[in-house]
């Protein structure tokens, strides 16, 4: 059962009637943010928002006709929803593909340690982060822990004012003369990255009490550790071993807020990618007109750990769904209609870029750098070390968007992540084109990519909405 995250659409809903995720794009988007840091949660507010639109559950559609609309869910991590279109469906769909993790601490599953009277809460980082960046701020745990008798925890603590939050610690500078010479990968080692949950000492009574009943009385003592479980037994009835099987993740604690005098920017966490996906859901749930090729947001996890799983691109989990889709729209199935309708499909990638910095200009190609504010960012191909891991899309296709975009009043930019030698990144683009359908990734900039807080520009978002929906009536 995938949990419900109802303050988002309670918001949504009361501000707007006709459920127009356009209507107050902004504030659904940050809304979204706040009530999405981690995958499950994602799907569920998407889930959520699309049954709001008329979106049902493939299970209980028997067969599907032009103009029905469903989703496709996998673990809870991983969604597709689909608006079937009324051309053949082996002529092609249009695809907007997100992804909704974003880099982060995970608990380990023995991770709970008290060390000198301060308790920790033992972490394995998520993706690609610099690691000093993620000490002293505020952290939440959001994430689910599942019981041995079948039942499921739902954990979300240090959104709320009145919540405690979380934090790790770093050196003092009055005594951090080795750290500060280290090298920045070295100055917060990952094993380091352990969150402090709580620091009671032991009582006076415990410590006064004699030897022998010290002896005696050992696993009675009251120790950090046992008050933090014993309030983690009272609130949400888990016990240590509960851990093992557990899915927690710790996030930057606080909501997104709007960055600048001018208020042009938006400073939140994990934007890469729900910014891309909260844009592709919004379009797809405000298309308007009906589409002649089958649309589809296809919302993915595991995309900054390689794609890898059940629930990443790299899995059958899309092709599956197509396949459900297309027993449905047609009851002689064959296996050569998945294939044609895979082959001939359109696909943004929507996946962020790293925005133009203008503190560090050395590591941008400026004029193949994409700017905040210059709207939607297309990219070629990604990839690193000579376009090792791209896709590098069609000029064809690129052309189509071009004119597509053009068409829209949408302001686009072509960019590449940085220099040439100087890193690079992928998306997955490589893995929806392995099908043979065109995918060019489409985006929005990124300023501190992964770091805890990350900046996009608000007209970039707007613009990538309108692009989305444009980009979905594509014939
Ligand atoms: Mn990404
Ligand atoms: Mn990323």
Not at 83 to 95: A, D, F, K, Q, V
Not at 382 to 410: H, Q, W, Y
Request: charged fraction near 30%.
């Amino acid at each position: 059962m995938p949990y419900k995250i109802i303050n988002f659409l309670e918001k949504h809903m009361k501000k707007s009637k006709n459920k127009n995720f356009g209507e107050n794009l902004l504030e659904n988007y940050k809304n979204f943010l706040d009530n999405g840091k981690t995958e499950r949660e994602c799907v569920s507010q998407i889930i959520e928002g699309a049954k709001a639109n008329g979106y049902i559950d493939i299970s209980e559609a028997d067969t599907l006709k032009a103009g029905d609309k469903v989703y496709v869910q996998k673990m809870n991590k991983v969604v597709a929803l689909f608006e079937i279109g009324s051309e053949n469906i082996e002529n092609g769909l249009n695809i907007l593909g997100a992804h909704i993790d974003s880099p982060r601490l995970d608990a380990k599953q023995n991770p709970i340690y008290e060390k000198d009277f301060i308790t920790y809460l033992n972490t394995h980082y998520y993706g690609g982060i610099k690691k000093y960046q993620w000490v002293t701020t505020p952290l939440a745990i959001h994430g689910i822990v599942c019981k041995t008798d079948g039942t499921t925890v739902n954990i979300n603590v240090g959104e709320d004012e009145s919540d405690p939050v979380f934090c790790i610690s770093d050196i003092l500078p009055h005594l951090a003369q080795e750290q500060m010479k280290k090298a920045g990968t070295e100055i917060i080692k990952g094993e380091d990255l352990d969150v402090i949950i709580g620091s009671i000492k032991p009582s006076k009574k415990d410590e006064n009490s004699d030897e022998k009943d010290k002896k005696k009385k050992k696993d009675e003592k009251v120790t950090g550790k046992k008050i933090i479980l014993k309030l983690l037994k009272e609130k949400y009835g888990i016990e240590e071993k509960d851990f093992e099987s557990a899915e927690l993740e710790i996030v930057p604690a606080g909501k997104s807020r709007d960055c600048g005098f001018d208020r042009s920017l938006i400073l939140g966490y994990g934007q890469d990618d729900r910014a891309c996906a909260f844009t592709s859901f919004a379009a797809l749930m405000d298309s308007d007109k009906k589409p002649s090729r089958t649309s589809c947001c296809l919302c993915v996890d595991k995309e900054e750990i390689g794609s890898v799983g059940a629930t990443g691109m790299g899995s059958h989990f899309f092709e599956n769904a197509l396949a459900e889709i297309i027993a449905r729209l047609n009851p002689e199935y064959s296996e050569l209609s998945l294939r044609r309708a895979l082959a001939n499909s359109y696909m943004l990638s929507s996946d962020v870029n790293a925005a133009f910095d203008p503190l560090n200009t050395n590591l941008y190609d400026k004029d193949n750098a994409s700017f905040l504010g210059g709207g939607l960012v297309f990219n070629k191909y990604t990839g690193s070390r000579g376009k090792s891991g791209a896709s590098d899309a069609n000029p064809e296709f690129i052309a189509k968007l071009r004119a597509c975009m053009t068409k829209a009043e949408v302001n686009y930019q072509m960019a590449e992540l940085g220099k040439v030698d100087q890193g690079g990144g992928g998306t997955i683009a490589y893995l929806a084109a392995k099908y043979g359908m065109n995918v060019l990734d489409a985006g929005i900039s990124v300023l501190s990519m992964h770091a805890p807080w990350e900046l996009t520009a608000q007209e970039d978002v707007k613009q990538a909405y309108t692009g989305y929906k444009a980009f979905l009536q594509l014939k």
